[in-house]
């Protein structure tokens, strides 16, 4: 593709929010209901469960790109998402903070590490995702995490619906989402940066909207399945 079609970086910028506002999957009925408070505890316990597969695995992504990048500049910021997932001493992390979100809603912590709720179609969308940042170019790895840049928002809201809409979670559990609402926008600034340094021609770009458009649908594959193993009826409603 001519170079004379490279979009602006505010063309570009645009398309890829776009992808979030035509597939982001806080517009999947499992996700809308969750907001709403019409999940039973069973339902509700199903995605944190399952979603705890797509948290663990968060880490291993990073640091698959992570060992693309090649500047040490580059590597130093990026770094510091794995340290927020896995932690270190003194800092327990994200992947910990989401096992406590588990027991805050009446999970098991063994329940939660031997996997033993996740579901098949979840373990392949997840495992799709870490796949896809292995072989793909580092750049089009990164441009697949700018999630981020809808995320923030979505947790805020997140945080009020669990206090108010389902209050049978334990207020500690709630650590991870409040730590994403600073973490979150500094990896997507950060994520945005390099995608816009590095995608050089439109070719580029449109494998980086695809690339965003690919990690929606896996997010939007988790709540399928989800919607399939735990319908209304199965949980009295």
């Known amino acids: 593709m001519l170079k004379s079609n490279l979009l602006s ?23 809308i209901k969750m907001h709403e408070g019409k999940l039973s505890p ?51 992390g994200g992947i910990e903070a989401w096992i406590r979100l588990g027991e805050a809603a009446d999970i098991p912590r063994e329940e939660m590490l031997d996997e033993r709720h996740v579901l098949p179609a ?3 969308a997840v495992d799709a995702y870490v796949n896809f940042c292995r072989l793909e170019p580092w750049h089009i790895a990164v441009a697949s995490s700018l999630t981020e840049l809808f995320a923030p928002t979505l947790v805020s809201k997140r945080i009020g619906v669990f206090e108010q809409l389902y209050p049978w979670i334990r ?28 995608c050089r021609d439109r070719r580029d770009q449109e494998q980086a909207i695809d690339a965003l458009r690919f990690k929606c649908n896996v997010l939007w594959a988790l709540l399928d399945a989800l919607s399939l193993a735990y319908p209304d009826e199965e949980n009295g409603r």
Not at 9 to 31: A, W
């Open 9 to 31: 970086n505010e063309q570009f910028i645009s398309c890829l929010r776009q992808v979030g506002e035509d597939h982001y999957h806080d517009k999947h009925p499992y996700h």
């Open 42 to 92: 069973i339902q509700l316990r199903a995605w944190i469960a399952n979603r705890f597969y797509y948290q663990k695995n968060i880490p291993v992504k990073d640091a698959l790109i992570l060992s693309k990048l090649p500047s040490r500049e580059d590597r130093r910021e990026w770094i510091q998402r794995i340290i927020d997932h896995d932690g270190r001493e003194g800092n327990d």
């Open 122 to 124: 979840v373990r392949f």
């Open 171 to 198: 207020p500690e559990g709630l650590a991870y989402f409040q730590a994403r609402l600073t973490q979150a926008p500094r990896d997507a600034d950060h994520g945005l940066s390099l995608v816009l340094r590095e």
